[in-house]
């Protein structure tokens, strides 16, 4: 074999998987080389053969193959197994005589014996060459063909394990943990009772099977397991009292077997209610039924379980059902059997056992060594779980009950609605469900909350133990109510529960009286597992380390580690591996490995040869194999009778162990057949513990080693360029780490903890920063764990630097390295290793060899507090390791290669992270020096945790400016503090007060020297502002530096924990003058107590931020310049009404000012302008409970806090309406009343009454014009005057409407008096407020937010800066709430961005240009003319709606709009000042080149002038206006014009009756003008005599269309295309052009005028009359709208004959 040499040309494929192949372990020895064309990537052994994959995917075979075609007794040389050729083999897997591959696609591949159905395919004993095997998942609809990982195979079965991470088998025996009745099993099948579980390895031995399986973690659901064995009746969980806590255990072990008697299985097996199947693969759950009659404590009703598995534990799954079970109903209760027992709880005699078992002190020992592997789940709901897999939450519940129902029945039921599982989410960390919790929590309540507990077993039976978990109904509302009752905090710790009972109120559950001892210890229970768990991310790329072991199979040598002999049919969990931290197993023939991530080795099973490498008995339990100190094992595997371990030495290439039997030499070829199972020592002799290879140096760099049968293989790679050693090194260096954190937890701290004399010596601060401590130690240990195992396992596979979770994932390091150094810094900070001292000589005894020994520390006899110092900053040390190897592996590349980048890269973050720590324990050193030496009742409150020292002034080198002459100031740097101590000097407390300010709101800038010879540092603080002279200008520096870098640490929230590595090279740190802090005031004032958090700027609060004071005052907006300026919102309690006052809106100063709406918290609300914290300017108050049915409403003008000024006053209760001038509160000077019964009043008002003259009219128009003293009441002369026009004329008195006294004369004017009638009627009017001065202050706002002292007073230019900043802010105000803002607001918002060219000469398009702006301007209330828009539409609206809807006030509301027109026009000509005056002329462009060519040519002259565009308020505002103004608007002309109109339709009922012909000949339309035919439908139809309704039809339709439209110009519009439309009819009838004279028009035009039917046409007449454009009247329109109004008067006036 020598002689073949290697001839690939891969590039080191000579130094890398080289095969080295021996048997036995004499010094004779010397392994041989096998050598291939490629490096060899997996060896897989069989009895006599053996399985080679390499690299590329092929496979060859060397060995014994008698299943080949011509079968091959001893093949020497490897040969290819060419059936494989073009699939890429990943995996190889040999059994005794068959073998199995899986290819990248996770395909399987088996060949050899298949006696046994081995290889899965049937109708064969033997497979000669590989054969591709299915399997197939019957569980998704259609069948799906399940990806492998990887195989195993053993004596007569296979093993798979797919990408989901589940188990699949096939061939023959128990191992195969298939509940299958007739064996072989040829087809793969799921190993149901693992699914659901994480399987991370499959093992096989000979006749048994092991799994390493990930432990449940919080997201895991499977069903409630048993909480009784089902074998010897012990409970599976006990429970220890410890005084303050509860210590639960769960290391029951069985002594039986799996045998059951008939008559224990009839016993065991409930009858199976009604639905319940009881097929072999699904476990039935327990039925517990309820009887009213007390059960003797002999009967069980709990169904067979094994340990805490929940798996059918009877022979071949089956169940037997007694068929004389009495299932009738029996006379004992209601409905159950006689027999059952009455509650789900443990009888008596099963407590008294219990209680008997507790009393054991070993059992306790025992019990804190154990672990409950399952806590609750951390899911909300609680599904009831049936997934055939581990325990879970109600193994708690069960627990807890059963110690219920030895205090009594009472208690269960109380506890019976309780789900533990709930309440202990509340007291879990909630990283819990994110990290790899050590301790899984899981599980499922299957609770029904009910009085009797019959609902709750029906559920319990009904469940089917299926896979997929139905959910029972849970009655959550009454299970959230009892868990806000009953709730349990749950604390953690390694290996136990201790759940504490806090107060009196458990003691009803678990009484401590009932369990306790006397004498018992009392144990710390210390949470020291990762607990929040290292980072989320962690979890999910580094290897899990919280594992299980699950064995089945054959135990007749032991080898499943249950402590006992029998064969299992189902995976069981070998209780005594969980929480060892299992990363790998192996199996031999008839032994068992596990390998811990702590580098150690556990064997059971068979040691007929010496192969555990231990000669302990019994071997039926995992134990440790002996090795020697220092000895880190990190592969294991196992042939028939021996052990092969690859392990950790003194130097850094690894070492080979052999343990079992030795082989004779020529051994081989005598081939004696062994018998299965023969027992009697081999000739050779054996070994007794394992013993190193002398050989092992010379093969290099293992990575591997392989056993199978005799033989024995070790994998391993030259050391090329240095590069495969330094991986060696880096993973051995892991691994040490590792043992040694494991070490320093267990044997130090764990300890430390648990001692009684913790807390009183160390105080509850110190205690929790121990803890915390603790662990944060938990994590890094942990941590460290997860990242030995994975770069083992990288050794194992690629020895690739891509696999290295240190360059990827190198932050999960760092701030695991960084918080763990923080932690030890604030516990050494707060003296906590000085006030450990004792508790530690206590325990560690005046020689403290140990703690020396792992703290690594040389000096003689140090101090207790100096080694505790050192053992806990002991793994920091370790950082500089990392970066080392790191370094070392980097110089293996090429200086360009990425590889070489990224190595680099990470070196210099752990170089960097090292020097950090090293600071960062420099300073918590000098900050626990300078407490020790800190005068006396300060150092209480100013000592904590995160708090370091930077520098302080006892040198003399800082003072306050001005101090007095006997007073000492004292200057103290924190890194989150300035503390300034003062004191007097003769005085023997020094310091007697302290001032500290928080650095987050400190500025501190240097005072220019300017030769005074001071060096002086300006210190700024939200509330004071103080000079500190240095005594050198180096100082001064020093000072400025340290002070300016602690701000700008504190203000990036770092603290101490990453401080700046390059601080101290002198850069200048200037932190930001603006920034975001917290602080609360303290000196008197308006702030005093006041909390503020938000922006500050220079010492002053400056930006967003909310201010509370300790009242419940709270401002919530802008500031600026240390007060509230900006938009804001200020809540205000009032404490008698236990309301809330709320004011939104603008402030100014400190005060509000500007818009803003005040909600009062008696119910009133102010929406309007403020000024100094006053109502200042227009606003609108609404009193009354609700804003809907408000009982009074006031709009208009306010002055400092009064109504004052013009405003209306809509009283509800009274149904009256005032719009008038206001004085101080009170109505005062001229006014109009009107009520909801057609009173109205207009006159003058004093001392808030009607009083002086007036006038007053009813509904009927009876009138009263005169003086009056009081509302409503005549007091003095006036004239009366009645409907019919007779009037009184005297002196009156009286209220009105209640009868009057008169004093007088009595006229009736005689009918042709006509001119004396005319002068009667009352000119309305006169007395009441004239339309300019309505308003004024809605006007003045608009002016003043243009930047104007008074209207037209200001610049232009600043005018239009105004509009820009109102609409930004605004715009920017809106973003932070984007649901107030619709798609088209914004858009429009955009448009107004641009400012219209608003200079030079305006042309007819600049008009237009002008145009659309208003319309844009007006639409969106953040323009400064929208807001005045809408206010305007708002106080028009309050007026003339509701009350104000009377007629009589018609004149005023059309004057009320044409001001409003006159008073924006002048604003819009203030913003375009070129836009000419009313009634100015905007000439057209001129089209005519002529023109413009010969402007002296003759003709031009006498060319009619262009008519130009007239510019009016009217034309550019009113479309605007006129929209939002109609409703209320024409309802005044409706009530007016109400007599006249009812008239007109009357008229217009009558004639429309007639057809179109009649009426067309009534009206007098000349013949010519009728139409003959009209079209319809596409054709023409004859007009007949009887025709409708269809002549003239497009003209009626476009006339209907006046009461559609608005403003008078879109009106006049209207008519003009109805005229339109009447000349084209006519046309075409005449067939020529044709000009209309009146006399002709008018009749046909009244035609179209009656047939349009417009019901308020009389209304529509009179608006537009009173709003029309004056420049029209004389026009085209002006005629047609006489025209219009002709037909109108026409009609009213038609005698109908």
Not at 181 to 197: C, D, N, S, T, Y
Not at 743 to 750: A, E, L
């Amino acid at each position: 074999m020598e002689t073949q040499r290697k001839s690939s040309g891969d590039d080191g494929g000579g130094e890398r998987g080289l095969l080295h192949l021996w048997q036995g372990y004499s010094c004779s020895v010397t392994p041989e080389r096998l050598l291939l064309p490629r490096p060899v990537l997996q060896v897989a052994l069989g009895t006599h053969h053996g399985l080679l994959l390499v690299e590329g995917g092929q496979v060859y075979s060397f060995g014994e193959l008698p299943w080949k075609q011509s079968p091959i007794l001893e093949q020497v040389k490897p040969l290819l197994e060419n059936a494989l050729s073009g699939q890429r083999v990943v995996a190889v897997a040999a059994g005794s005589f068959h073998c199995g591959a899986v290819t990248e696609d996770g395909g399987v591949h088996m060949w050899g014996d298949n006696g046994a159905g081995q290889c899965g395919l049937s109708g064969l004993s033997i497979v000669p060459n590989p054969t591709p095997v299915a399997l197939l998942d019957s569980d998704s609809s259609a069948p799906q063909t399940v990806p492998v990982l990887e195989l195993s195979c053993g004596g007569q079965h296979t093993l798979a394990l797919s990408v989901q991470r589940e188990v699949w088998a096939w061939g023959s025996g128990y191992q195969l943990g298939l509940s299958a009745a007739v064996f072989p099993v040829w087809k793969p099948q799921k190993v149901e009772h693992l699914a659901g579980r994480y399987v991370l390895q499959v093992a096989c031995g000979s006749s048994h099977s092991l799994a390493l399986v990930r432990c449940l973690g919080p997201n895991d659901v499977q069903r409630p397991p048993a909480d009784k064995c089902g074998h010897c009746h012990q409970l599976l969980y006990t429970m220890t009292d410890k005084e303050d806590h509860v210590i639960i255990s769960d290391s029951h072990y069985c002594p039986l077997g799996v045998e059951l008697t008939e008559d224990e299985a009839k016993l065991e097996a409930p009858a199976p209610t009604q639905g319940l199947k009881t097929s072999p693969s699904e476990p039935v759950l327990p039925s517990y039924t309820s009887s009213a009659v007390p059960a003797t404590p002999t009967q069980v009703t709990a169904l067979s379980k094994d340990s805490e598995k929940g798996d059918t534990a009877i022979p071949n799954g089956v169940l037997h059902v007694s068929e004389s079970e009495p299932t009738a109903q029996t006379k004992g209760g209601n409905g159950a059997p006689a027999g059952a027992k009455s509650s789900p709880y443990p009888d008596e005699q099963a407590v008294k056992d219990y209680l008997q078992k507790l009393s054991d002190h070993t059992q306790a020992e025992q019990m804190a060594k154990g672990g409950l592997h399952t806590l609750l789940s951390s899911a909300d709901s609680v599904p009831l779980s049936t997934s055939p897999s581990s325990s879970s939450g109600s193994t708690l519940n069960n627990l807890v009950a059963s110690c219920a129902s030895a205090v009594g029945e009472r208690v269960a039921s109380t506890y019976e609605a309780l789900s533990l599982k709930k309440m202990m989410n509340f007291y879990l960390p909630s990283g819990l469900s994110k990290s790899g919790v050590p301790v899984g929590l899981t599980g499922t309540v299957p609770t029904a909350v009910g009085d009797n507990t019959t609902e709750r077993v029906r559920q319990e039976d009904s469940v089917q133990a299926k896979k997929s978990s139905s959910t029972g109904d849970i009655r959550e509302e009454e299970a959230e109510g009892l868990r806000r009752r009953l709730s349990l905090p749950g604390l953690l710790s390694q290996g136990r529960y201790a759940v504490h009972l806090l107060s009196s109120s458990y003691s009803l559950l678990l009484s401590p009286r009932l369990l306790r001892k006397a004498g018992r210890p009392r144990m710390r229970a210390v949470a020291l597992t990762p607990l929040g768990g290292v980072a989320h991310e962690a979890q999910e790329v580094l290897p899990t380390l919280q594992t299980e072991v699950w064995s089945w199979g054959h135990g007749e040598h032991g080898q499943l580690g249950h402590r006992d002999n029998m064969a299992r049919l189902q995976p069981l969990c070998i209780k005594s591996l969980t929480n060892k931290e299992v990363v790998r197993v192996a199996a031999g023939a008839h032994h068992s490995l596990a390998v811990t991530a702590q580098s150690q080795v556990y064997s059971w099973g068979s040691n007929s040869s010496g192969q555990l490498g231990h000669m302990e008995t019994p071997s039926t339990v995992p134990r440790l194999a002996k090795l020697s100190d220092g000895i880190r094992v990190w592969d294991v595997s196992a042939g028939d009778r021996h052990t092969l371990l690859l392990a950790d030495g003194d130097c850094i290439q690894p070492i080979i162990y052999y343990s079992g039997q030795q082989v004779k030499e020529g051994a081989e070829e005598k081939k004696q057949d062994e018998k299965e199972g023969e027992e009697e020592e081999q000739v050779g002799g054996y070994t007794q513990q394992p013993v190193l290879l002398p050989f092992c140096m010379n093969l290099g760099y293992v990575s591997a080693v392989f056993a199978g049968g005799r033989r024995c293989i070790a994998l391993s790679d030259q050391n090329v360029m240095g590069f495969i050693a330094s991986l060696h090194e880096l993973a051995a260096a892991e691994r040490k780490f590792y043992c040694k954190l494991c070490n320093m937890k267990m044997q130090i701290i764990r300890p430390l903890l648990e001692l009684e004399s913790l807390s009183s010596a160390l105080g509850q601060v110190v205690l929790g920063l121990l803890q915390s401590l603790a662990g944060r130690f938990s994590l890094l240990c942990h941590l460290t764990g997860q990242h030995a195992a994975s770069l083992t396992s990288n050794l194992r596979r690629g020895r690739d630097v891509n696999g290295l979770l240190i360059l990827d994932h190198a932050d999960i390091f760092l701030d695991s390295y960084n918080e763990y150094c923080s932690a030890v810094g604030h516990f050494q900070v707060m003296g906590g290793f000085h006030v450990l001292t004792k508790p530690s000589l206590d325990f560690f005894g005046k020689s403290p060899e140990l703690l020396q020994r792992l703290a690594e520390c040389t000096e003689e006899n140090p101090a207790m507090a100096d080694l505790l110092v050192a053992f806990f900053y002991l793994p920091t040390r370790h950082i500089h390791e990392y970066g080392r190897l790191l370094l070392k592996l980097a110089t293996c590349f090429e200086v360009s290669s990425s590889d070489y980048q990224r190595l680099q890269d990470s070196c210099s973050k752990f170089e960097a992270l090292a020097l950090q720590l090293k600071k960062k324990r420099k300073d918590a050193e000098y900050t626990f020096h300078f407490w020790k030496s800190f005068p006396g009742k300060m150092t209480d409150s100013l000592r904590k945790p995160q708090r370091r020292l930077i520098c302080e002034s006892s040198n003399k080198a800082l003072t306050l400016q001005n101090a007095g002459r006997f007073s000492v100031n004292w200057f103290i740097l924190f890194n989150d503090a300035l503390v300034h101590a003062q004191g007097v000097a003769p005085c023997k407390n020094l310091f007697s007060t302290h001032h500290v300010f928080p650095l987050a709101t400190l500025w501190v800038e240097p005072i220019p020297e300017d030769n005074t010879g001071l060096y002086g540092l300006k210190v700024i603080t939200p509330e004071e502002t103080f000079t500190l002279l240095a005594s050198s200008a180096m100082e001064k520096a020093k000072w400025l530096r340290s002070i300016n870098q602690a701000v700008d640490q504190a203000l990036n929230g770092v603290g101490q924990d990453t401080a700046s590595i390059s601080s101290g090279v002198g850069q200048k740190l200037e932190p930001p003058t603006s920034r975001t802090a917290s602080y609360t005031f303290y000196k008197d004032g308006r702030l005093k107590e006041a909390t503020y958090e938000g922006r500050w700027l220079n010492g002053k609060p400056n930006g967003r931020g909310v201010l509370k004071w300790p009242d419940g005052r709270i401002y919530t907006g802008l500031f600026k310049n240390g007060l509230e300026d900006g938009f804001g919102e200020f809540l205000s309690p009032n404490k008698t009404l236990n309301k809330n006052d709320h004011y939104q809106g603008y402030w100014k100063e400190g005060k509000m000012n500007g818009l803003g709406t005040y909600r009062y918290a008696s119910g009133e609300v102010y929406d309007g302008s403020f000024q100094d914290g006053m109502r200042h300017g227009h606003g609108m108050l609404r009193t009354g409970k609700l804003n809907t049915s408000s009982p009074s409403v006031f709009i208009g003008q306010w002055l400092h806090d009064k109504k004052t000024g013009y405003g209306v006053f809509d009283d509800i209760t009274k149904g009256e309406k005032y719009m008038g001038m206001w004085q101080e509160h009170q109505r005062q000077g001229t006014a109009v009343v009107v009520t909801q019964f057609g009173l109205y009043y207009e006159g003058a008002f004093k001392d808030n009454k009607m009083m002086g003259t007036g006038v007053l009219l009813s509904e009927d128009d009876t009138t009263y014009e005169g003086e009056f003293s009081d509302d409503w009441t005549l007091n003095g002369k006036g004239v009366l005057t009645m409907a019919n026009g007779d009037y009184l004329e005297g002196s009156f008195n009286g209220e009105w409407g209640s009868g009057l006294k008169v004093t007088g004369s009595y006229f009736k004017p005689h009918l042709f008096e006509t001119d004396k009638d005319k002068t009667r009627t009352v000119k309305l009017g006169r007395l009441c407020v004239c339309a300019e001065d309505k308003w004024q202050a809605v006007f003045e706002e608009c002016w003043t937010q243009l930047g104007c002292e008074a209207p037209g007073q200001g610049e232009n230019w600043k005018a239009w800066e105004n509009i820009a900043v109102a609409l930004t802010t605004s715009r920017r105000h809106i973003q932070d709430s984007p649901e107030v803002l619709s798609r088209s607001h914004s858009r429009t918002l955009e448009s107004l961005e641009v400012i219209p060219q608003h200079v030079g000469p305006i042309t007819l398009d600049r008009y237009h240009t002008i145009r659309l702006y208003l319309i844009k301007a007006c639409d969106t209330p953040l323009h400064p003319l929208g807001r005045l828009v809408e206010t305007l539409v708002a106080v028009y609206r309050m007026t003339y709606v509701g009350v104000g809807a009377n007629r009589r006030l018609l004149p005023q509301a059309v004057n009320e709009i044409k001001s409003y027109l006159n008073r924006i026009f002048q604003i819009v000509r203030f913003l375009f000042p070129d836009l000419p005056e009313e009634g100015g002329l905007i000439p057209e462009p001129s089209t005519n080149l002529q023109d413009k060519r010969e402007p002296g040519s003759t003709d031009a002259p006498l060319e009619s002038p262009k008519p130009g565009r007239v510019v009016s308020s009217s034309a550019l505002l009113l479309p605007v206006l006129l929209p939002r103004l109609y409703p209320p608007l024409f309802t005044l002309y409706a009530l007016d014009k109400e007599k006249e109109d009812d008239v007109y339709w009357e008229c217009v009922l009558r004639l429309n009756k007639q057809p179109d012909l009649a009426l067309l000949a009534f009206l007098g339309v000349q013949q010519k003008f009728w139409p003959v035919s009209v079209p319809a439908e596409g054709e023409k139809q004859q007009v007949l005599s009887s025709t409708k309704d269809t002549c003239f039809a497009s003209a009626v339709e476009t006339l209907q269309q006046i009461s559609t439209t608005f403003t008078p110009s879109d009106k006049l519009q209207v008519i003009q295309l109805t005229f339109e439309e009447i000349t084209q009819v006519v046309q075409a009838l005449l067939k020529q052009d044709f000009l209309w004279s009146m006399d002709d028009l008018f009749p046909v035009f009244l035609y179209v005028v009656l047939r349009a039917r417009i019901r308020n046409l009389g209304s529509e007449v009179s608006l537009i009359e009173d709003l029309m454009d004056p420049c029209v009247q004389h026009g085209e329109h002006g005629i047609m709208f006489t025209t219009l109004k002709a037909c109108y008067y026409q009609i009213q006036h038609e005698k109908i004959t």
